[in-house]
């Protein structure tokens, strides 16, 4: 499918696969709560553990990050460009949906600069969830190809490539620098 198909799915609050820096990732309207329960029912994920946000600025990640909570320099830490995907946790706003930040009072966001994601935000006018696209127990997928043959060959993909990162991305805690996962 292409940005325009995939922008139209997840503004009707369906699930996506679309590229990442390192794998394909799946999304939606993390506004929505019925797209939120349809992605953590198809991953098996526990509403516990929250989701990842990604945009390719602040601007997307504003309803849900409590900047008042944030100094200068944090904000210019999560908003600058690094060698590698680094996810940020940072202070969730009390209107954040529970099924977005878990059981958390923080949220997981990541400014990217992957192009997919510029693209698709800008059409849809909001942030994209993101977990990995891929079947309990399977490797996360690295291609469309990939995706149609673990949700099979009518899931919403989106026909680009990802980025050049080996890894996914490193998590870290804005506030105290703690490292939750390598990048």
């Excluded at 940005?3 to 139209?8: D, P, Q, R």
């Excluded at 799946?26 to 994920?45: F, I, M, T």
């Excluded at 940072?90 to 600069?113: C, H, W």
């Excluded at 469309?144 to 043959?149: K, L, N, P, Y």
Aim: glycine residues 4%.
């Amino acid at each position: 499918m292409n940005f325009t198909e995939i922008a139209e799915k997840l503004k009707q609050n369906q699930v996506v696969a679309y590229p990442t820096e390192a794998v394909f990732g799946l999304g939606c309207n993390p506004l929505s709560e019925s797209a939120v329960k349809k992605l953590l029912n198809l991953k098996r994920r526990p509403m516990e553990k929250g989701l990842i946000l990604v945009a390719p600025n602040l601007t997307y990640l504003l309803p849900f990050v409590d900047t008042e909570r944030l100094t200068a320099d944090q904000i210019r830490r999560l908003t600058a460009s690094y060698p590698h995907p680094v996810t940020w946790v940072v202070p969730a706003k009390k209107a954040t949906p529970e099924l977005i930040k878990g059981q958390f009072n923080n949220i997981a966001v990541r400014i990217s600069d992957h192009p997919a994601i510029a693209e698709l935000c800008r059409l849809t006018g909001f942030a994209l969830t993101s977990t990995s696209a891929n079947l309990s127990g399977l490797p996360p997928c690295k291609s469309a190809d990939e995706v149609r043959s673990q949700f099979g060959e009518f899931f919403p993909v989106l026909d680009y490539a990802v980025g050049k990162a080996e890894k996914p991305s490193e998590i870290r805690d804005l506030l105290t620098d703690q490292l939750f996962r390598e990048g």
